[in-house]
Protein backbone atom coordinates (compact mmCIF):
# COMPACT_ATOMS: atom_id res chain seq x y z
CA UNK A 1 0.00 0.00 0.00
CA UNK A 2 1.32 3.45 -0.97
CA UNK A 3 0.59 6.96 1.44
CA UNK A 4 -0.90 9.18 -0.97
CA UNK A 5 -2.39 13.26 -0.79
CA UNK A 6 -2.54 14.86 2.90
CA UNK A 7 -6.24 14.14 3.58
CA UNK A 8 -6.62 16.21 6.93
CA UNK A 9 -4.43 17.59 9.59
CA UNK A 10 -5.62 17.43 13.60
CA UNK A 11 -3.81 18.65 16.13
CA UNK A 12 -2.27 15.37 17.00
CA UNK A 13 -2.55 13.24 13.89
CA UNK A 14 -2.60 13.28 10.10
CA UNK A 15 -4.89 11.82 7.78
CA UNK A 16 -3.63 10.15 4.16
CA UNK A 17 -5.26 8.59 1.28
CA UNK A 18 -3.97 5.55 -0.05
CA UNK A 19 -4.16 3.97 -3.58
CA UNK A 20 -6.66 1.65 -2.01
CA UNK A 21 -10.02 2.79 -2.14
CA UNK A 22 -11.82 3.46 0.82
CA UNK A 23 -8.62 2.76 3.13
CA UNK A 24 -6.77 5.54 4.45
CA UNK A 25 -3.52 6.36 6.77
CA UNK A 26 -3.37 7.52 9.91
CA UNK A 27 -0.36 8.95 11.17
CA UNK A 28 -0.23 9.80 15.41
CA UNK A 29 2.73 12.08 15.42
CA UNK A 30 4.30 13.58 18.62
CA UNK A 31 2.37 16.48 19.09
CA UNK A 32 0.82 17.54 22.04
CA UNK A 33 -1.90 19.82 23.46
CA UNK A 34 -4.52 20.95 25.91
CA UNK A 35 -7.37 23.29 26.34
CA UNK A 36 -8.13 23.75 22.91
CA UNK A 37 -4.79 23.52 21.62
CA UNK A 38 -4.00 26.73 24.07
CA UNK A 39 -0.64 24.84 25.48
CA UNK A 40 1.19 22.59 22.90
CA UNK A 41 4.28 20.69 22.62
CA UNK A 42 6.13 18.18 20.46
CA UNK A 43 7.52 14.68 23.09
CA UNK A 44 9.60 12.17 21.08
CA UNK A 45 8.00 8.85 20.43
CA UNK A 46 4.46 10.61 22.06
CA UNK A 47 2.54 9.46 18.82
CA UNK A 48 4.16 5.65 18.67
CA UNK A 49 3.11 4.96 22.31
CA UNK A 50 -0.52 6.28 21.28
CA UNK A 51 -0.73 4.33 18.66
CA UNK A 52 0.24 0.74 20.05
CA UNK A 53 -2.14 1.45 22.38
CA UNK A 54 -4.77 2.30 20.01
CA UNK A 55 -3.75 -0.74 17.91
CA UNK A 56 -4.16 -2.89 20.84
CA UNK A 57 -7.73 -1.49 21.81
CA UNK A 58 -9.14 -1.64 18.32
CA UNK A 59 -7.71 -4.99 18.41
CA UNK A 60 -9.46 -5.88 21.49
CA UNK A 61 -12.68 -4.52 20.29
CA UNK A 62 -12.95 -6.49 17.16
CA UNK A 63 -12.29 -9.67 18.91
CA UNK A 64 -15.25 -8.41 21.43
CA UNK A 65 -17.87 -7.84 18.51
CA UNK A 66 -17.17 -4.09 18.16
CA UNK A 67 -17.20 -2.70 14.55
CA UNK A 68 -13.90 -0.30 14.36
CA UNK A 69 -12.16 1.55 11.44
CA UNK A 70 -8.67 -0.61 12.20
CA UNK A 71 -7.21 -2.45 9.87
CA UNK A 72 -3.40 -3.05 10.79
CA UNK A 73 -0.22 -1.31 11.86
CA UNK A 74 1.88 -0.23 8.92
CA UNK A 75 4.51 0.80 11.37
CA UNK A 76 5.00 1.79 15.39
CA UNK A 77 3.43 5.41 14.18
CA UNK A 78 0.86 4.30 10.76
CA UNK A 79 -2.40 2.56 11.06
CA UNK A 80 -4.48 1.57 7.97
CA UNK A 81 -8.11 2.14 8.90
CA UNK A 82 -11.17 2.00 6.59
CA UNK A 83 -12.12 5.73 5.43
CA UNK A 84 -15.58 6.60 7.16
CA UNK A 85 -17.66 9.59 6.97
CA UNK A 86 -16.90 10.97 10.57
CA UNK A 87 -20.07 12.33 13.02
CA UNK A 88 -18.63 15.48 14.79
CA UNK A 89 -19.40 14.41 17.78
CA UNK A 90 -17.60 13.38 21.11
CA UNK A 91 -19.09 10.83 22.75
CA UNK A 92 -18.13 10.62 26.49
CA UNK A 93 -18.73 7.88 28.87
CA UNK A 94 -17.89 8.85 32.81
CA UNK A 95 -17.23 6.05 35.40
CA UNK A 96 -16.22 8.88 37.63
CA UNK A 97 -16.87 12.42 38.42
CA UNK A 98 -13.83 13.84 37.17
CA UNK A 99 -12.98 17.00 34.78
CA UNK A 100 -14.92 19.35 32.83
CA UNK A 101 -18.21 17.66 34.65
CA UNK A 102 -16.34 18.61 37.62
CA UNK A 103 -16.03 22.37 36.64
CA UNK A 104 -19.18 22.68 35.28
CA UNK A 105 -21.74 21.05 37.19
CA UNK A 106 -21.96 20.41 41.18
CA UNK A 107 -20.13 16.79 40.89
CA UNK A 108 -17.55 16.07 43.49
CA UNK A 109 -13.96 14.86 42.11
CA UNK A 110 -13.83 11.12 42.44
CA UNK A 111 -17.48 10.57 42.77
CA UNK A 112 -18.35 6.96 41.22
CA UNK A 113 -20.91 7.57 38.84
CA UNK A 114 -22.91 4.10 38.55
CA UNK A 115 -24.81 3.58 35.92
CA UNK A 116 -22.09 5.52 33.78
CA UNK A 117 -23.19 8.81 32.46
CA UNK A 118 -22.80 9.20 28.57
CA UNK A 119 -22.33 12.82 27.64
CA UNK A 120 -22.12 13.76 23.73
CA UNK A 121 -20.40 16.72 23.09
CA UNK A 122 -20.27 18.46 19.44
CA UNK A 123 -16.61 18.67 18.07
CA UNK A 124 -16.21 22.18 17.00
CA UNK A 125 -12.99 23.58 18.73
CA UNK A 126 -14.18 27.17 17.31
CA UNK A 127 -17.25 26.92 20.17
CA UNK A 128 -15.01 25.01 22.62
CA UNK A 129 -16.98 21.58 22.09
CA UNK A 130 -20.22 22.55 23.30
CA UNK A 131 -22.45 19.55 24.80
CA UNK A 132 -25.44 18.61 23.39
CA UNK A 133 -28.79 16.33 23.74
CA UNK A 134 -30.39 14.05 21.55
CA UNK A 135 -32.77 16.78 20.21
CA UNK A 136 -30.09 19.09 19.45
CA UNK A 137 -28.16 16.40 17.42
CA UNK A 138 -30.89 15.40 15.59
CA UNK A 139 -31.68 18.87 14.72
CA UNK A 140 -28.52 19.87 13.40
CA UNK A 141 -28.55 17.23 11.46
CA UNK A 142 -25.93 14.83 12.84
CA UNK A 143 -27.86 11.46 13.21
CA UNK A 144 -31.06 9.94 13.65
CA UNK A 145 -32.35 8.85 17.21
CA UNK A 146 -31.54 5.18 15.64
CA UNK A 147 -27.90 6.58 15.11
CA UNK A 148 -27.88 8.07 18.53
CA UNK A 149 -28.93 5.25 20.15
CA UNK A 150 -26.88 2.78 18.17
CA UNK A 151 -23.58 4.98 19.51
CA UNK A 152 -24.29 4.76 22.93
CA UNK A 153 -25.35 0.93 22.99
CA UNK A 154 -21.51 1.15 21.60
CA UNK A 155 -20.02 3.15 23.78
CA UNK A 156 -21.46 1.50 27.40
CA UNK A 157 -20.32 -1.79 25.72
CA UNK A 158 -16.81 -0.64 24.97
CA UNK A 159 -16.53 1.08 28.26
CA UNK A 160 -17.87 -2.40 29.51
CA UNK A 161 -14.79 -4.16 27.79
CA UNK A 162 -12.60 -1.31 28.24
CA UNK A 163 -12.90 -1.34 32.10
CA UNK A 164 -12.49 -5.00 32.53
CA UNK A 165 -9.52 -4.98 30.53
CA UNK A 166 -7.96 -1.79 32.35
CA UNK A 167 -9.19 -3.24 35.97
CA UNK A 168 -7.25 -6.32 35.35
CA UNK A 169 -3.68 -3.99 35.31
CA UNK A 170 -4.83 -2.05 38.65
CA UNK A 171 -5.98 0.63 36.19
CA UNK A 172 -9.36 2.65 36.90
CA UNK A 173 -11.14 4.02 33.65
CA UNK A 174 -12.65 7.05 34.89
CA UNK A 175 -13.64 8.17 31.48
CA UNK A 176 -12.98 8.57 27.84
CA UNK A 177 -13.71 9.86 24.57
CA UNK A 178 -14.92 8.14 21.15
CA UNK A 179 -15.90 9.38 17.55
CA UNK A 180 -18.14 7.35 15.33
CA UNK A 181 -18.52 7.12 11.59
CA UNK A 182 -20.30 5.99 8.69
CA UNK A 183 -19.57 3.89 6.21
CA UNK A 184 -22.78 3.55 3.77
CA UNK A 185 -25.59 2.54 6.85
CA UNK A 186 -23.02 0.97 9.00
CA UNK A 187 -21.12 2.78 12.26
CA UNK A 188 -17.87 2.06 13.32
CA UNK A 189 -16.22 3.33 15.51
CA UNK A 190 -13.02 5.83 14.34
CA UNK A 191 -10.35 8.23 15.51
CA UNK A 192 -8.51 6.59 18.54
CA UNK A 193 -8.54 5.34 22.17
CA UNK A 194 -5.34 6.46 24.07
CA UNK A 195 -3.74 7.95 26.65
CA UNK A 196 -4.99 11.03 25.11
CA UNK A 197 -8.39 10.32 24.98
CA UNK A 198 -8.93 8.45 28.13
CA UNK A 199 -8.73 9.47 31.43
CA UNK A 200 -7.00 6.78 33.81
CA UNK A 201 -5.70 6.67 37.08
CA UNK A 202 -3.76 4.15 39.00
CA UNK A 203 -6.32 2.04 41.26
CA UNK A 204 -3.21 2.15 43.63
CA UNK A 205 -2.09 5.57 44.31
CA UNK A 206 -4.84 7.46 42.81
CA UNK A 207 -1.99 8.66 40.20
CA UNK A 208 -3.21 10.07 36.95
CA UNK A 209 -1.78 7.74 33.83
CA UNK A 210 -3.05 9.95 30.93
CA UNK A 211 -3.02 13.48 29.75
CA UNK A 212 -3.41 15.04 32.68
CA UNK A 213 0.28 14.42 33.69
CA UNK A 214 0.64 17.14 30.74
CA UNK A 215 -2.66 19.34 31.12
CA UNK A 216 -1.49 19.95 34.84
CA UNK A 217 2.53 19.32 34.75
CA UNK A 218 2.11 16.25 36.70
CA UNK A 219 5.17 14.62 36.06
CA UNK A 220 6.94 13.20 32.85
CA UNK A 221 4.53 12.73 30.32
CA UNK A 222 6.64 10.39 28.38
CA UNK A 223 7.81 7.98 30.92
CA UNK A 224 3.70 7.64 32.00
CA UNK A 225 3.15 6.97 28.47
CA UNK A 226 5.33 4.58 28.05
CA UNK A 227 4.62 2.52 31.45
CA UNK A 228 0.48 2.62 30.35
CA UNK A 229 1.49 1.33 27.25
CA UNK A 230 3.62 -1.46 28.92
CA UNK A 231 0.49 -2.03 31.06
CA UNK A 232 -2.21 -1.74 28.43
CA UNK A 233 -0.32 -3.20 25.28
CA UNK A 234 1.74 -5.88 27.42
CA UNK A 235 0.02 -7.16 30.14
CA UNK A 236 1.58 -9.06 32.31
CA UNK A 237 -1.69 -11.54 32.77
CA UNK A 238 -3.58 -12.77 29.82
CA UNK A 239 -6.10 -10.14 28.89
CA UNK A 240 -6.61 -9.09 25.05
CA UNK A 241 -9.13 -11.86 24.45
CA UNK A 242 -12.44 -12.70 26.66
P1 LIG B 1 -9.35 16.21 18.52
O1 LIG B 1 -7.94 16.29 19.01
O2 LIG B 1 -10.34 17.06 19.26
O3 LIG B 1 -9.86 14.80 18.31
P2 LIG B 1 -8.47 16.86 15.82
O4 LIG B 1 -9.39 16.96 14.64
O5 LIG B 1 -7.46 17.90 15.95
O6 LIG B 1 -9.42 16.88 17.08
P3 LIG B 1 -6.71 14.59 15.29
O7 LIG B 1 -6.78 13.37 16.09
O8 LIG B 1 -5.42 15.30 15.27
O9 LIG B 1 -7.92 15.40 15.89
O10 LIG B 1 -7.11 14.35 13.79
C1 LIG B 1 -7.61 13.17 13.31
C2 LIG B 1 -8.80 13.47 12.41
O11 LIG B 1 -9.09 12.30 11.63
C3 LIG B 1 -10.07 13.78 13.21
O12 LIG B 1 -10.76 14.85 12.61
C4 LIG B 1 -10.88 12.51 13.10
O13 LIG B 1 -12.28 12.75 13.19
C5 LIG B 1 -10.48 12.00 11.72
N1 LIG B 1 -10.61 10.55 11.54
C6 LIG B 1 -10.36 9.59 12.46
N2 LIG B 1 -10.62 8.34 11.96
C7 LIG B 1 -11.03 8.52 10.69
C8 LIG B 1 -11.47 7.62 9.64
N3 LIG B 1 -11.49 6.31 9.83
N4 LIG B 1 -11.87 8.16 8.45
C9 LIG B 1 -11.85 9.51 8.26
N5 LIG B 1 -11.44 10.40 9.20
C10 LIG B 1 -11.04 9.92 10.40
P1 LIG C 1 -13.58 16.28 29.77
O1 LIG C 1 -13.57 16.04 31.23
O2 LIG C 1 -14.89 16.65 29.16
O3 LIG C 1 -12.59 17.43 29.38
P2 LIG C 1 -11.20 17.83 30.04
O4 LIG C 1 -10.28 16.74 29.64
O5 LIG C 1 -10.93 19.14 29.39
O6 LIG C 1 -11.37 17.94 31.49
O7 LIG C 1 -12.97 15.00 29.02
C1 LIG C 1 -13.52 13.75 29.22
C2 LIG C 1 -12.68 12.71 28.54
O8 LIG C 1 -12.74 12.85 27.14
C3 LIG C 1 -11.22 12.78 28.91
O9 LIG C 1 -10.77 11.44 29.08
C4 LIG C 1 -10.53 13.41 27.73
C5 LIG C 1 -11.45 13.07 26.58
N1 LIG C 1 -11.55 14.17 25.61
C6 LIG C 1 -10.84 14.12 24.42
O10 LIG C 1 -10.11 13.15 24.15
N2 LIG C 1 -10.96 15.14 23.51
C7 LIG C 1 -11.75 16.20 23.76
O11 LIG C 1 -11.83 17.13 22.91
C8 LIG C 1 -12.49 16.24 25.00
C9 LIG C 1 -13.40 17.40 25.33
C10 LIG C 1 -12.36 15.21 25.88
Known amino acids: MKQGNLLYTGKAKSVYRTDIKGKLIVEFRDDITAFDGGKKDVLANKGSYNAEVSAFIFEYLGKNGVKTHFVKMLDPRRMIVRELSMIPLEVIVRNVAAGSIVRNLPFREGTEL ?73 IYLGDEISMDSMRLWDRKTGESLDKDVYRFDKGDVLKVYDSVMKRIAHPTTKTAKK
Open 114 to 186: DPPVIVIDLKDDSRHDPMLNDDLIVALGLATPGEIKKMKGIALEINRLLADLLSMQGITLVDFKIEFGRQGKT
